[in-house]
């Protein structure tokens, strides 16, 4: 990849990097003072604050028609099959099996290794408000009270069930070749466009927001995050050299691995050099169809997997809300918060789109249900993780779709499948 490219792909990320250490610098050399009480006497780099504020209502102002955009669109102009309905049930379960495994794994991770072990400054835990029961959540996650409801951005997964719902009355209404279906897709790529423009400001934002979180909070906040970043980075290798290879043995049998070894370093070095699902769908499907997959599989798998399927983001999902408990100082426990979370990792990794810094709108949804009362400094913080592992995550997520197309092969051309492919390319 040449400097060019690099700084193409990676600039942006680099420049959202280089302004964190300036305002953590910044709000580390210019402290907000207090007085024994905890009353702020004088002002300092907080002064800085509204910079990371508009960016933040910006996200907000966008963040209802992107994901009705993304995912309606995604769904009404998906490609039409003789098998695409088992072919579609079985991506979806896949998908949300294998996202689930990716959320267990990193919440026990969190458990043995906590990123955040002192709550930050005098953040209290009662600030925070209220976690909805598992009951709750699940009613939320289904249904608004009205489509009024739904225009909110804190309805963010009724939206995502209503979004994918819809784009299935497209599909049943003349499907992509209705005007509906172009419409959607127009809009999304309008709406991503809109988010590239936004992102060109973030560095300025968080250098506001950081040299205000520091200047109130203390520096003693960046090293949560180097401890972080230490359990995710690691992680992600393991699971790809680990759980890769097991996902490929039980969808193509023991030439699985193997073959899935010799293809998979294409759509991982191109993930990791775009930071995009979307830009690795044809060397996916370019792999996919050099291995023996099925094309309608691959077809139907690959382009839904670069919006839908995203075990590093579930992996990222967990690492921000355990990083959150712990900055709030919220005990990280209990069979029902470790539902919650799984159940929010995987599902808000549907609303993450294909494009570099993606997860702006996982997040939200994440930061809405388990901090509602505390957005304007959780959506930050989560940002920031977020574009941290943005690299990793996006390869494990842009590789995994090549892998998860082993799985849905084995139950729709059964587990032979792979079998029979090399032995017609020896024929």
């Known amino acids: 990849m040449d400097i060019k490219s690099f700084k193409s792909n990676y600039g942006i990320l680099i420049a959202m990097v280089a302004a964190i250490i300036i305002g953590c610098l910044i709000g580390a050399l210019w402290p907000n003072t207090y007085d024994g009480d905890g009353n702020m006497t004088a002002t300092g780099a907080s002064v800085l604050k509204p910079l990371g504020t508009v960016f933040i209502n910006l996200m907000f102002c966008i963040v209802v028609p992107l994901v009705f955009a993304s995912i309606a669109g995604a769904v009404a102009n998906m490609q039409s099959r003789k098998r695409a309905g088992k072919v579609m049930g079985t991506t979806i379960a896949a998908f949300l099996v294998t996202g689930a495994i990716a959320a267990v794994i990193m919440m026990i991770l969190m458990k043995l290794i906590p990123p955040v072990t002192e709550p930050w400054g005098n953040l209290a835990a009662g600030e925070v408000g209220e976690q909805k ?25 009724p939206l995502i069930v209503f979004s994918i719902l819809f784009g299935f009355g497209v599909q049943l209404n003349g499907g992509k070749n209705s005007v509906i279906a172009k419409w959607l897709e127009d809009l999304s790529g309008v709406m991503m466009q809109i988010v590239k423009i936004i992102t060109y400001y973030a560095p300025i934002a968080f250098l506001g927001f950081f040299a205000d979180l520091v200047a109130t909070y203390g520096p003693a906040i960046a090293g949560s995050y180097g401890r972080g970043l230490a359990v ?78 995203m075990d590093g983001s579930c992996f990222s999902c967990v690492l921000k809300i355990a990083f959150l408990f712990g900055v709030f100082g919220i005990p990280f426990e209990g069979i029902e918060t470790y539902l919650l979370v799984i159940l929010v990792a995987v599902v808000s990794s549907v609303g993450m789109s294909g494009i570099p810094g993606g997860g702006y709108i996982g997040e939200f949804i994440m930061c809405s ?13 989560a940002i920031t993780i977020g574009n941290l592992v943005d690299p990793p995550a996006t390869m494990v997520n842009s590789a995994g779709d090549y892998v998860i197309s082993f799985v849905v092969a084995r139950f729709t051309d059964g587990k032979d499948w792979l079998e029979k492919a090399l032995a017609s390319k020896n024929v």
């Not at 709750?136 to 909110?152: P, Y």
């Not at 901090?371 to 959506?379: N, S, V």
Request: net charge neutral.
């Open 232 to 309: 995710y980075y690691p992680a992600c290798l393991i699971y790809v050299l680990i759980a890769f290879p097991l996902f490929a043995w039980f969808g193509g049998g023991k030439q699985g691995p193997r073959e899935m070894f010799r293809h998979i370093l294409r759509p991982a070095v191109t993930s990791l050099g775009t930071c995009s699902s979307v830009a690795t769908i044809p060397t996916n499907l370019e792999v996919a169809r050099e291995t023996g997959l099925p094309k309608d599989v691959s077809e139907i798998v690959i382009p839904l997997g670069a919006t839908m399927h």
């Open 369 to 381: 249900i388990f901090f509602p009362t505390q957005l304007e400094i959780a959506y930050p913080i």
């Open 133 to 157: 029961s598992l009951a709750d959540l699940l009613v939320s996650f289904f249904t608004a009270e009205d489509f009024v409801g739904l225009l909110s951005r804190r309805a963010m997964l």
